[in-house]
C-alpha cells in the first residue's frame, strides 16, 4: 500500500504548519487556509475530494427530500449502521483471498449487501409481526451494528492486510480519501441523483398520493424498493466522507431545512440539493485545514447549522415570521377592539362589553397564530 | 472464580436493566426515542467528562442529562415550528447531537485515553478485570477487595433500584402504558411514571457506557422487550421476560465472544457487540415463529 502515493487532504494544513506551529496554530494563517480550500484552491486531490463531497452533499439533498416526503427518512438510518458487517465480512472475504490491498468497490459491495438484508427485514418485520416499523428500525439497525462491531473486531485479527480506513468508515474522514476514492464517490452520486431526476414525476406522484399513483398503473412497490436503493447509493457514497453513523442526517437534515422554505416540490429538491452541497462544501474543507477535527461530523454540523437558521428566518413557516405575523394581527385585533369600543361606548349593552375589550379579544387571536397546527406540505 | 468475573456481571447486569427499562419504552412505540436518547447523551458526557477530568458517575449523569432534556426540547420545538414529521425531527437532533460528541471527542482526543471513540461504539470491558479472591481467607484478608472496580457493582445497584422502582410503581406504570388519560381521571400522574423512567432509562445508558458502549445499549434497550413482545400478551409476563432475554443476550454473548471465539476463530472477538448481535437474532428468530402463527388465522378467515 506504500507505494501507492496518497494525498490526504489534511496535507495542505500540515504544509500551512511546516513554517512553525504557532505560526499554524494562528487564527488568521488558519483562517487564510479555509479561504483557500474553499475556493478550490488547495491542490489537485484536495479539489477532488472536496467536490466530490460536494456532488454527495447535492444527491444526499435531492434523494432525502423524497424519501423525506415518503416518511422515510429513517431507513437512511438502518441501512448506514447495518452496512459496518457487510463492509466488515467484505474485508475479511478480501483478505482470505490473499489481497492485501483495500478495495473501496468491494467494501461498498458488501455495505450495499447487508444494508439491503437489513431494509428487508425491517420491511418484514413491520408488515408481519404487531412491532411498530419504528421499533424495527431502532432494533435491526442497533442489533446488526452490534454484529458489524463483532466482525469488526474479527479484522483485527488479519495480519498484513491493509484495514488502514475501516474504522475511519464509522465517524467519515476525507483526509483518508484518494482520489479514486473520491472519483467512485463521485460516480455513485451522480448516478442517483441523475436516478432521481429521471424519477422526478413518479416519485413525487408515489410520494404525495399512493393510491393514485396505483390507480394510474404506476408499480408502486417496485418505486419504493427504487427509492430504497437510490438512499442506499447515497449512504454507499458517503460512507467514507461522512462516515456511517452520519450519514443519515446528510439525508435528512438538508430536505427539512428545504421543507422551511418552499411547499412545492420542484423548489424544495433544488434548495435541498444547494443546502447539502453548501453543508458538504463547508464541512469539508474546514477538516482540509484542522486535521484533528474529521469531515463527518463538521459536515452534519453544518447541514444543522443551516436548518436551525432556517427554522428562524424562513419568509412563511420561520419562527420569527410567525412572531411578526402573530404581533400584526394582535396589533390589528387590538385596533379593531379600541374602535368599536370608542364607536359604540353608549349604545353596547354592558353584557356585551367583555368581548370587545383588550385583554379578551388578544386571546382567541393566540389561537389562530401559526404553529398551532400539525400541518403538512 | 475467574479474571473477567466482573465483566461477566457488568454485562449481565447492564442488559438486564436496559431491557427492563426499554420494555416500557417498546410497550409505548417510544423505541425510536430511546435510540435518540443513546444517540444524544454522548456530547453532555463529553463535556462532563472534559469539565471535571474524570468519569466519576456524578457529572457524566448531569451531563448525560442535559443533553438528553436539550434533546428532546429540540426534538418537541423541530416538530411544532417546523413541522418536520416526527421520525425525521428525531433523527436530525440525534444525528446532530451525536455529531457534536464525536467532534468534542476527536478535537481533545489526543488528550485523554479514558474516554474515546472506541469505548463510545463497544465500552471498556477490559478495565473492569479483577483479580479475585480464591480462597476465604483471601477474602478476609482484604487487600484484592480494595482492587474491586466500581462500575460492576454499580450496575448491579442500578439493576436493584429499577426493579424495586418498577414493583413499587406497577399499578402505575400498567395504568399508564394502556390509558394514560383515564390514569390520570383515576388521580394518578402519567407524567410522573415517564419523568421517573426517563432518569432511570438515562442513568443506565450512562452507566452502560463502561460495559456496553452508548450506541450497543440501544440494542438492548430495544431487541429484547420486542421479542418479549412478539412472544407474550399479559404486561406481568412481557416485562419478566424481557428482563430475562436481555440478561440472557447478555451473559451468552459474553461466554460466546470470550469463550466460544477463540475455539472457532482462534481469538475472542468484541463482547458487547456480540451481545447486542445476539439479541438481534433472538428478535429476528421470534419474529420467524410468530409470523408464521399470526398467519394461520387470517388464511382460515380468507377462506371463509
Redesign the interface.
Known amino acids: 500500500m506504500l507505494d501507492v502515493p496518497r494525498w490526504p487532504l489534511a496535507s495542505l494544513a500540515n504544509a500551512a504548519m511546516t513554517d512553525g506551529t504557532a505560526a499554524g496554530q494562528d487564527g488568521a494563517a488558519l483562517l487564510q487556509a479555509w479561504a483557500r480550500v474553499l475556493t478550490f484552491g488547495g491542490g489537485y486531490n484536495t479539489n477532488v475530494v472536496l467536490m466530490g463531497t460536494i456532488l454527495l452533499g447535492i444527491s444526499a439533498g435531492a434523494v432525502g427530500s423524497f424519501a ?1 416526503l415518503k ?1 422515510r ?2 431507513v437512511a ?1 438502518a441501512i448506514s449502521h447495518a452496512s459496518l458487517v457487510g463492509v466488515a465480512l467484505a474485508f475479511l472475504l478480501h483478505a482470505a483471498l490473499g489481497q492485501e490491498e483495500r478495495s473501496m468497490p468491494l467494501l461498498m459491495l458488501g455495505a450495499a449487501l447487508s444494508g439491503a438484508c437489513a431494509v428487508a ?1 425491517i420491511e ?2 413491520a408488515r ?5 416499523p ?2 424495527a ?14 466482525a ?3 479484522t483485527r ?1 488479519v495480519s498484513g492486510a491493509d484495514r488502514a480506513g475501516l474504522d475511519e468508515l ?2 467519515g474522514s476525507t483526509a483518508s480519501m484518494t482520489s479514486a476514492d473520491a472519483a467512485l464517490m463521485a460516480v455513485l452520486a451522480t448516478t442517483a441523483l441523475g436516478a432521481t431526476l429521471a424519477l422526478y414525476k413518479v416519485l413525487t406522484a408515489v410520494a404525495f398520493n399512493e393510491r393514485f399513483a396505483r390507480s394510474r398503473g404506476l408499480p408502486v412497490q417496485l418505486l419504493d424498493a427504487v427509492l430504497a436503493a437510490l438512499v442506499g447509493a447515497v449512504a454507499m457514497a458517503g460512507l467514507q466522507a461522512v462516515g456511517m ?2 450519514v ?2 446528510l439525508l ?2 438538508p ?2 431545512t428545504a ?2 422554505w418552499t411547499t412545492r416540490v420542484a423548489p424544495m429538491v433544488v434548495v435541498a440539493a444547494a443546502a447539502g452541497a453548501g453543508a458538504a462544501w463547508v464541512g469539508a474543507s474546514i477538516s482540509a485545514v484542522t486535521p ?3 469531515a ?3 459536515i ?2 453544518s447541514a ?1 447549522a443551516t ?1 436551525l437558521v432556517s ?1 428562524l428566518v424562513a419568509p412563511e ?1 420561520g ?1 420569527l415570521s ?1 412572531w411578526l405575523r402573530h404581533r400584526r394581527l394582535a396589533a390589528a385585533a387590538r385596533r379593531a377592539a379600541a374602535e368599536a369600543a370608542s364607536g359604540a361606548t353608549s349604545p353596547a349593552p354592558s353584557s356585551t362589553a367583555p368581548i370587545s375589550t383588550g385583554p379578551s379579544s388578544t386571546a382567541p387571536i393566540s389561537t389562530v397564530a401559526p ?1 398551532t397546527g ?3 406540505t | 472464580m475467574t479474571l473477567d468475573l466482573m465483566p461477566m456481571v457488568a454485562v449481565t447486569a447492564s442488559a438486564a436493566t436496559l431491557a427492563l427499562l426499554g420494555s416500557f419504552l417498546v410497550l409505548r412505540r417510544q423505541a425510536m426515542l430511546g435510540d435518540a436518547m443513546a444517540h444524544s447523551v454522548l456530547p453532555g458526557l463529553v463535556v462532563a467528562f472534559l469539565l471535571t477530568g474524570s468519569r466519576a458517575a456524578g457529572p457524566m449523569f448531569l451531563g448525560a442529562a442535559a443533553a438528553a432534556a436539550l434533546s428532546g426540547a429540540a426534538i418537541g420545538a423541530i416538530i411544532r415550528y417546523g413541522r418536520v414529521e416526527r421520525s425525521a425531527a428525531i433523527g436530525l437532533v440525534y444525528t446532530t447531537m451525536f455529531a457534536l460528541g464525536v467532534l468534542l471527542l476527536e478535537l481533545n482526543g489526543g488528550a485523554n485515553v479514558d474516554l474515546d471513540v472506541d469505548c463510545v461504539l463497544s465500552g471498556q470491558l477490559e478495565l473492569m478485570f479483577w483479580n479475585a479472591p480464591t480462597t476465604w481467607a483471601e477474602v478476609l484478608e482484604g487487600p484484592s477487595l480494595a482492587g474491586l472496580p466500581p462500575q460492576p457493582l454499580r450496575l448491579v445497584g442500578l439493576l436493584a433500584a429499577s426493579c424495586t422502582a418498577v414493583v413499587a410503581g406497577w399499578p402505575l406504570l400498567r395504568a399508564v402504558a394502556f390509558d394514560a388519560p383515564f390514569a390520570r381521571s383515576r388521580g394518578l400522574h402519567p407524567s410522573a411514571a415517564s419523568a421517573g423512567l426517563m432518569t432511570l432509562t438515562i442513568l443506565a445508558i450512562v452507566l452502560s457506557f463502561d460495559a456496553v458502549g452508548s450506541i450497543l445499549a440501544i440494542a438492548l434497550l430495544t431487541c429484547p422487550p420486542a421479542t418479549a413482545r412478539l412472544l407474550t400478551d399479559r404486561m406481568g409476563p412481557y416485562v419478566l421476560l424481557s428482563v430475562g432475554l436481555g440478561a440472557a443476550a447478555g451473559l451468552l454473548g459474553y461466554l460466546l465472544a470470550t469463550r466460544a471465539a477463540p475455539l472457532l476463530l482462534g481469538g475472542s472477538v468484541d463482547a458487547s457487540g456480540t451481545v447486542a448481535a445476539l439479541s438481534g437474532l433472538g428478535l429476528l428468530a421470534a419474529a420467524a415463529c410468530t409470523a408464521r402463527a399470526r398467519r394461520l388465522p387470517e388464511s382460515q378467515g380468507a377462506d371463509l
Open positions: 423525506m416518511g427518512a429513517l438510518d427485514s418484514w418485520i408481519n409481526t404487531r412491532l411498530s419504528e421499533t428500525v431502532a432494533t435491526i439497525s442497533s442489533a446488526s451494528f452490534g454484529a458489524g462491531i463483532v469488526l473486531s474479527a485479527r464509522i465517524f453513523l452520519l443519515a442526517a435528512v437534515a430536505a427539512a421543507r422551511l484533528s477535527a474529521p463527518g461530523p463538521l452534519i454540523l444543522a436548518f427554522l413557516r419562527v410567525g404553529h400539525p400541518g403538512r
